[in-house]
C-alpha cells in the first residue's frame, strides 16, 4: 500500500500494474505460508507470534491477502490522491492454535494524500478504517472488529548551509480495554463481543528504545536533520507516546493495576551518520526513554547501537 502502514512483509503471488500521466491502478494477491519465518514481519495474533518463535515450525503464519489500489495525479504541484481496499483472511489450522486463542479475517479502507505545499512543505496524511471477525475456536464465537488509524507527516527542508530538514509525524491508532488480556488477543473477556484495535497485517514498529506496533497508540515525532556535507548527517528526535485506551500496548511493561494514564512517555534519540563511500556507510545511535507513571519501569531507559552497510 502507497503509506507502508498495512502491508509491509514478504510474499508469494501475483500483480498487475497499469500507469498512465493521470493515473496508476495496482492489484495483486498473495500468500505468506511459503515464507521463511525469518523473513516474515506478520504477527496480528498470539498464534502467529508462538509460530514466529517455534524452532518446529520454519514456515510464517499461512494467510492469504488480496489489493486493489488507485491513485490520482491530481493534485497541485504533483501531488496525488489514493484509494486502497485491502484484505486478508487467517488459514492457520485449528490444531495450531492454542487454548483461548482464534482466527482473525480482515478488511482495510485505506485513503490518503500526499504532495507538496508551495515549494517547502512536503505532505502525507492517510486514515484507515478495518473491519473483520475474531473467530474463537475454543468456545465457537465470532467478535466483531471495527478499528481505524491516521497518520499525518509533514517535511520541511530549510534553506542553511547546514541543510536542516525538519520533519514532524504524528499518528493515532485505536485499542482496546483490559477486556483483551494482551495485546495480540488470546483469553479475551467471555462476555467481550466486539474489538477495536487497529491491527495491521504486519508490524510497523515506531520507536528506538522500545519499539511498538500499531494499535492503542498515539505519538507526535518531531526531528531535525543536519547534513553539513553529502558524507555526514546528525538526526535529533523526540518522540511522544500515549495510549489511545487504558490496556495493552505492544511492548511497554504496562498492566492493569498501574496507572491509568495514558501518557506513556518521551524518547529522545541521536544517531550520527557517516557515507565515506556510495556503497559503505556507518551509523551510532543512542536514546533515552523516560517513561511515565502507566509504565512499570524503575527510571529512565537507555539504548547504543551502532550499525555498518555495505553494498556491492
Request: charged share 20%.
Amino acid at each position: 500500500d502507497i503509506n507502508g502502514n498495512l502491508f509491509s512483509t514478504l510474499m508469494d503471488g501475483g500483480e498487475f500494474n497499469y500507469r498512465n500521466e493521470k493515473m496508476r491502478f495496482s492489484t495483486g494477491i498473495g500468500f505468506s505460508g511459503l515464507v521463511f519465518n525469518n523473513n516474515s514481519n506478520i504477527s496480528m495474533t498470539t498464534s502467529d507470534y508462538d509460530l514466529k518463535l517455534s524452532d518446529s515450525i520454519k514456515m510464517a503464519s499461512p494467510r492469504l491477502a488480496e489489493y486493489a489500489e488507485a491513485v490520482f495525479y491530481v493534485l497541485p504541484h504533483d501531488g496525488s490522491v489514493s484509494v486502497a481496499l485491502l484484505a486478508q483472511q487467517d488459514l492457520l489450522s485449528d490444531s495450531l492454535i492454542e487454548s483461548g486463542e482464534g482466527l482473525l479475517h480482515t478488511f482495510y479502507l485505506n485513503a490518503g494524500l500526499k504532495g507538496r505545499l508551495w515549494d517547502f512543505v512536503f505532505y502525507n496524511f492517510y486514515v484507515t478504517g478495518e473491519v473483520g471477525l475474531y473467530d474463537m475456536i475454543e468456545d465457537d464465537r465470532s467478535l466483531v472488529l471495527g478499528a481505524g488509524a491516521g497518520g499525518l507527516k509533514v517535511d520541511i527542508p530549510l534553506q542553511h548551509p547546514l541543510n536542516p530538514l525538519v520533519s514532524i509525524e504524528l499518528y493515532y491508532s485505536s485499542g482496546d480495554d483490559w477486556g483483551r488480556s494482551d495485546f495480540q488477543g488470546s483469553n479475551i473477556d467471555s462476555d467481550k463481543d466486539s474489538l477495536n484495535q487497529f491491527t495491521p497485517f504486519s508490524m510497523q514498529k515506531k520507536g528506538y528504545v522500545y519499539s511498538m506496533n500499531g494499535g492503542n497508540l498515539i505519538y507526535g515525532d518531531v526531528a531535525v536533520s543536519l547534513s553539513p556535507d553529502r558524507f555526514f548527517s546528525l538526526v535529533l528526535e523526540s518522540l511522544t507516546l500515549f495510549r489511545a485506551v487504558d490496556g495493552p500496548v505492544s511492548e511497554m511493561p504496562v498492566n492493569e493495576s498501574g496507572s491509568s494514564s495514558l501518557f506513556l512517555g518521551e524518547e529522545l534519540t541521536i544517531a550520527m551518520n557517516l557515507r565515506p563511500m556510495s556503497d559503505l556507510g556507518f551509523q551510532v545511535k543512542g536514546g533515552m526513554f523516560i517513561p511515565a507513571d502507566a509504565v512499570e519501569v524503575d527510571g529512565a531507559q537507555y539504548k547504543v547501537s551502532a550499525y555498518m552497510s555495505l553494498s556491492f
